[in-house]
């Protein structure tokens, strides 16, 4: 692979809803620059970018795949990016690779919810970004119909480029409304158009369109604007220059037309990429030091993949300086020595050697020892450390139990390393519940890291609803004795202490105090007592959960000279804890989560019926676009299958986040059966043990 400097680099994400076309344009960007040797569709599974078995299984993109092209001289680094709701955070991890973006659209679909999600995270990274109106040789496509519908979403900066020649399924080329000239393309797919004249019924049409790009490419730039007034249009070379500004200060939107299954325009999209879209050297500085050759390398890592026989592959950006093979640079997190021992751009799975790469660049490198996903490398004695991407929080949870003795030895150290690759996995035990639980976006990530580690790590584990970490609590006061005698051959046993317990506000566990005076409880037993009702509390009353939010203190009590002991003094707290729950009023909690639905508003009214039926309570509303947003304060318990009814409730088209709000009570109702529940439970294993 030749080394570029990186003013002949452009970093471009390729993102989108799911099933907008993204991974079939960056195959026909492929073959169109001579990179494959045959056109490949991301429907037959057989894609440079979607080469993951789970991938090519299920025909979807689960994590960003990058390819290069070389073209007009220029190198451009494609990332094809997730589109799918349950992956889109890895979209938002990589594009701090990328300088710009191209947002596909659906030519028949429109905007859809993903598509406004990504833009944002373009928004966020300050990309400057392209739309490109894809499939629009389908039935049903509609070139001005998706325009409306960009307008409508994101504004009147959206502006045409180009318009298509055909439609539907006579969509066959397209006019270039900056140089006026009209291409169509053979069938063959070869992505190459042939230059013909403008179609007599698209003449008036694109002169109109013309004339407004023009004025939108001058509209920013003082000397541009006299020019147009006095000449009443542009050159060509002057009506780039405007359009680079405008998407420079995000003030313009060039729309692109496309169709990836006939390889209609992936040449124009290749030429706009190369010669509109910015080098990462205009991008500025970052973190105060300027993205160049001159200054010290450093890079950052923006994605990890976990081989089984490669090892540890770390993607990264070259920030500043030229990395050369056999560097040395120190992690800026761990603060250890890593050597770049060869270095690489990805092709795909493939690595293809270099010597060097320049700022800007983007590579990879295998086997780092210390050096996972955001982290910086910088070199010795010019320390630098970019931001690491903070993404959301996993939005669903499930106990993981391995299926043999084997498997547990290694469940464990396998899910660790798919974790280094996959950012918004969780793994942890539960202490309450003693479940390993394995957390992520949706059911279909869960499964997929199951089958993962099938096949990469020949483990095989099963997956189960996770237990509710329910708690006990008490609504009254008490006052009682708790009394423990026990006379045997020897010395006896003698504790004997009063208590209050009172209950206290949510979330403030549990307290202890000591106002026994007179030496009626000698000093060294009183944490003898405190012990006792720790360890009486973690198996409760009601249902054998902990029990949280209440106040004891002891008061008075007795002891004896020989009898008394720790031992007899925690068994006492223990009967004064048991006589207290029983007129204290104790009762269920259960964990509330707080919960975020973004879908079309045409589903609003559903969603808060469905909230509604899961006891929820709205918190608030909000409209952003054509996006509703729904918060509401709803039960775990009754969420744990809402990511499979929230998908067949709108179409796969909503996304929620959920977490961790507070506990609250139960209603006598669910109360009365999670008790039974977990009564019979018990009964069960008393039986087991006999």
């Known amino acids: ?91 938002k991890a990589s594009l701090v690779a990328a300088d710009a973006a191209f947002v596909v659209v659906d030519g028949v679909a429109g905007v859809e919810v993903q598509t406004e999600k990504v833009w944002n995270f373009c928004d966020e990274f300050g990309l400057s970004r392209a739309i490109i109106i894809n499939k629009l040789d389908r039935d049903r496509s509609s070139f001005y119909r998706t325009m409306e519908s960009i307008h409508a979403t994101f504004g009147k900066s959206a502006v045409p480029l180009q318009l298509p020649i055909g439609w539907e399924r006579d969509f066959k080329g397209i006019v270039d409304l900056v140089t006026m000239k009209a291409y169509t393309y053979t069938p063959d797919g070869n992505g190459r158009g042939q230059e013909c004249p403008i179609p007599d019924n698209l003449v008036e049409e ?212 798919i974790m280094e690759e996959d950012l918004s996995l969780r793994f942890g035990r539960d202490p309450q519940t003693k479940e390993f639980l394995l957390s992520g976006c949706g059911q279909q990530h869960i499964e997929i890291i199951v089958s993962r580690l099938k096949k990469r790590y020949q483990v095989d584990v099963a997956l189960h609803s996770p237990k509710i970490p329910y708690r006990e609590t008490i609504r009254g006061s008490a006052d009682v004795q708790g009394r423990h005698k026990k006379q045997t051959g020897g010395h006896g046993q003698f504790g004997d202490c009063w208590i209050k317990m009172v209950p206290l506000e949510r979330g403030k566990g549990f307290e202890f105090a000591n106002e026994t005076f007179g030496g009626s409880v000698p000093r060294n037993f009183i944490p003898a007592i405190e012990k006792g009702i720790v360890e009486a509390s973690q198996n409760g009353h009601l249902a054998g959960y902990p029990m949280v939010d209440f106040r004891v203190v002891v008061y008075d009590g007795s002891y004896h000279d020989v009898d008394s002991s720790e031992m007899s003094f925690k068994m006492a707290a223990r009967k004064a804890y048991k006589a207290a729950l029983a007129v204290a009023k104790p009762v269920l909690l259960e964990p509330v989560m707080k919960v975020e639905v973004q879908a079309p508003v045409e589903y609003a009214g559903d969603l808060m019926g469905d909230m509604n039926g899961r006891r929820g309570r709205l918190s608030g509303m909000d409209t952003k676009g054509a996006t509703q947003i729904v918060k509401a304060m709803v039960p775990m318990a009754e969420m744990l299958t809402y990511q499979n009814d929230l998908t067949s409730m709108t179409q796969g088209r909503a996304t929620f986040s959920m977490e961790f709000d507070h506990y609250d009570y139960v209603p006598s109702l669910q109360a009365d059966k999670i008790i039974a529940a977990a009564q019979a439970a018990r009964a069960g294993e008393v039986e087991e043990d006999e």
Not at 323 to 335: G, K, P, Q, S
């Open 1 to 91: 692979m030749k080394v570029y400097e990186g003013k002949d680099i452009r970093n471009v994400g390729l993102v989108g809803h799911l099933h907008c076309g993204k991974t079939s344009l960056t195959a026909g960007m492929l073959f169109t620059a001579g990179a494959t040797n045959r056109l490949t569709r991301a429907d037959e599974g057989n894609t440079l970018t979607d080469y993951d078995e789970e991938e090519i299984a299920r025909k979807i993109t689960i994590s960003t795949g990058l390819a290069v092209v070389e073209w007009q001289k220029q190198k451009i680094n494609l990332l094809d990016t997730p589109g799918f709701n349950i992956f889109i955070n890895d979209t």
């Open 206 to 417: 694109a002169n109109a369109a013309h004339e407004l790009l023009v004025e939108a490419a001058a509209e920013g730039d003082d000397q541009l604007m006299e020019e147009f007034f006095a000449e009443g249009t542009l050159p060509v070379n002057h009506i780039i220059d405007g359009i680079k500004e405008g998407i420079r200060d995000k003030r313009l939107v060039p729309v692109l037309c496309a169709s990836a299954l006939h390889n209609i325009g992936t040449d124009q999209i290749l030429n706009f990429a190369a010669d509109i879209f910015p080098s990462p050297l205009e991008r500025g500085n970052i973190k105060g030091r300027k993205i160049s050759d001159s200054e010290h390398p450093a890079a950052f890592i923006y994605k990890t993949m976990a081989d089984p026989f490669a090892g540890r592959v770390s993607y990264f950006k070259v920030m500043s300086g030229i990395l050369r093979n056999d560097a040395h640079l120190v992690n800026a997190f761990t603060e250890t020595d890593e050597r770049l021992a060869h270095i690489g751009v990805m092709s795909g799975k493939t690595i293809l050697p270099v010597t060097e790469l320049h700022a800007g660049d983007l590579g990879a490198v295998a086997k780092l020892k210390d050096t996972l996903t955001g982290h910086t490398i910088y070199e010795k004695g010019h320390a630098i450390a970019y931001e690491p991407i903070v993404l959301p929080e996993p939005s669903i949870a499930f106990a993981i139990q391995a299926k043999t003795r084997q498997d547990e030895d290694r469940v464990g150290t396998a899910i660790h390393k």
